[in-house]
């Protein structure tokens, strides 16, 4: 079922599984994507590829946070429709911004948004950055001037908290897809040094609301690692 967003009509197709976004284009109208996301597109839409910041620093900043140096933009020269998806088997998300809104995005998250909405790579600091690998760095989500659509896709199915002001979460900062900019994130030791050691859980992300938490059921790097232990090695 087709849906009106701030600027798109779309509709998410097949969650939560092996879920897909379709977005119409009205001529005229264009969004940006992030590369290896586009499985089709009409001939009446043009793509181009460009930076995906301003500058060539950031842009390889953003390379930091897992997202791609460039990005497509496609462009309606007439309506057409535009289909993406993540590389990922899971769901995807439609996240509505009103001016001064900002969302933080973490690796692989982000599909697509309104080309208005402007993009910054962060960093969590040292301090916190050596114990979150590459959610050390993630990308700042604004809608500063107008209003925008962001789409997000995470692997497996959305997991969702609404956290009150001083509210706090722990949870692994694989699992993390995306917040509000209000939540602040810490990272902490699991209980005792034993407990850091040897649990398998060695850091947590400790969230503090207020503000929308979007969590996925698989941490991808971990999924990774289970299916490596069936793969083929050339030395065994």
């Not at 002001?165 to 810490?186: F, R």
Request: charged letters at 20%.
């Amino acid at each position: 079922m087709t849906v009106q967003g701030v600027d798109y009509e779309f509709e998410i197709v097949d969650r939560p599984t092996f879920t897909y976004l379709k977005v119409l284009l009205k001529q005229g109208q264009e969004i940006k994507t992030e590369r290896g996301t586009m499985m089709f597109f009409e001939p009446t839409l043009e793509i181009q590829t460009r930076k995906a910041e301003k500058g060539f620093l950031k842009s390889m900043a953003r390379k930091l946070a897992g997202e791609t140096f460039l990005m497509n933009y496609f462009i309606a020269n007439n309506n057409g429709w535009l289909s993406l998806a993540p590389s990922f088997a899971g769901d995807m998300m439609h996240l509505p911004l009103d001016i001064g809104q900002t969302w933080v995005v973490y690796s692989g998250g982000y599909i697509a948004s309104s080309p208005q909405l402007q993009q910054k790579t962060r960093f969590l600091g040292f301090k916190k950055g050596i114990f979150s690998g590459e959610r050390a760095f993630f990308l700042e989500i604004s809608a500063t001037e107008s209003p925008g659509d962001l789409f997000i896709g995470g692997n497996g199915s959305f997991i969702e908290w609404n956290l009150q002001p001083g509210q706090i979460l722990n949870c692994d900062n694989g699992h993390l897809v995306a917040m509000d900019a209000s939540v602040q994130m810490d990272i902490k030791r699991v209980g005792g040094w034993k407990s850091t050691l040897f649990s398998g859980e060695g850091v947590v992300a400790q969230l503090t609301g207020p503000g929308r938490v979007i969590m996925q059921s698989r941490n991808p790097q971990e999924f990774a690692m289970w299916l490596y232990k069936f793969m083929p090695h050339p030395n065994n």
